[in-house]
């Protein structure tokens, strides 16, 4: 364990965690871990088992990479407000500053809800963790300033976060972040060929072979992303429908999905979602992204009927996925996800 007090403040995290959301009336619920479909994205590589029966039947399975299926079958059963910190797993994750291949996942679904309340809902839980978390370390540190024998500096008593100070978060969506950031309308560029030409522009290398989604992923990550969320939190919403996953498209606009990111200090920590309820389409989702899997010579996992089943029965709903993880490191200020995390992966592997 690198540093324990940090730790031990990211332990406390999770209680503040359950504290605000059984104050909402939301129920905490534990879905499996081990299940038929960890996972259907394309980009995502889930640890990959199976399950065996005495008989010595074997059934193919893996380790959640979110436990957003079974949260919505919750739904459709019925239970209107539902969160569960989740321990969740992605294999192919660099061990850098900011990754860690199994890690914890705070997700929360409303019923009968847009994807607005969950934008206030982060927001409010935020405050409310650096706010109370930095109470708990103030008092601390002032017990250990009474109680040292040590001489010299007294600790200091300071448990104070800056983001409890921070009044309002920004909101922007993508266009707007593009045309602040790399100085063009994403909106007037929606085309492959369009945005190709801008990236070039920025002096980015575009590979005949790269997509859409390639090229804004490359202008994102080499122009935006770093920048956000450094005089305050950003919930960036409005992504291109090409990258909806699981979220409804935009009514007004199909060209964009009711689907917002949540950004600190350059730091991507949530990815939230107005949730596609309709099963015929998300059919066509999950088929379209089994073929995607299957043509890069990934394992294709069977698509979850049960979850198609139990959307029938969601009239509307929005949902988030936080990273508890990345939320301690800002809290605590540390730099590197190991100081939040008892046993880290290249503690454990390297």
Request: hydrophobic fraction near 40%.
């Amino acid at each position: 364990m690198k540093n324990q007090h940090k730790f031990l403040a990211a332990m406390k995290l999770r209680a503040l965690i359950r504290e605000f959301f059984s104050s909402r009336e939301f129920v905490e619920c534990e879905t499996p871990i081990c299940v038929r479909s960890p996972g259907m994205e394309p980009n995502l590589f889930p640890f990959e088992t199976s399950v065996v029966e005495w008989s010595g039947e074997k059934h193919v399975a893996g380790l959640i990479t979110s436990p957003e299926y079974s949260l919505k079958k919750l739904l459709g059963a019925g239970l209107p407000r539902v969160f569960e910190l989740a321990r969740v797993f992605r294999n192919h994750e660099d061990f850098d500053a900011t990754h860690n291949p199994e890690f914890t996942m705070l997700e929360w679904y409303r019923a009968n809800a847009g994807y607005e309340e969950i934008m206030t809902d982060t927001e409010e839980l935020v405050k409310y963790c650096a706010l109370e978390l930095g109470k708990k370390t103030k008092n601390q540190e002032i017990k250990k300033s009474k109680t040292s024998r040590a001489t010299g500096t007294v600790p200091k008593a300071d448990g104070d976060c800056p983001l409890a100070r921070v009044q309002s978060w920004q909101r922007m969506t993508v266009d707007e972040a593009f045309k602040k950031y790399a100085g063009f309308s994403l909106l007037e560029n929606f085309s492959r060929e369009k945005l190709a030409d801008r990236a070039r522009e920025l002096k980015i290398e575009v590979p005949e072979t790269d997509s859409f989604d390639d090229i804004f992923f490359r202008i994102f990550g080499l122009h935006i992303e770093r920048k956000l969320g450094h005089e305050a939190p950003v919930i960036l919403y409005e992504y291109p429908a090409s990258q909806a996953s699981l979220a409804r498209l935009k009514p007004s606009d199909p060209r964009l999905a009711e689907r917002f990111e949540v950004y600190i200090q350059g730091v991507e920590i949530a990815n939230a979602f107005g949730e596609l309820t309709d099963a015929t389409e998300q059919r066509k989702r999950f088929e379209i992204e089994a073929e995607e899997r299957r043509a890069a010579g990934k394992t294709v996992f069977p698509i979850d009927e049960t979850l198609l089943n139990e959307l029938q029965h969601v009239h509307s709903a929005a949902g988030i996925a936080l990273g508890v993880d990345r939320l301690a490191m800002i809290l605590t200020g540390s730099n590197n996800i190991e100081e939040v995390l008892a046993f880290s992966a290249k503690e454990l592997f390297k």
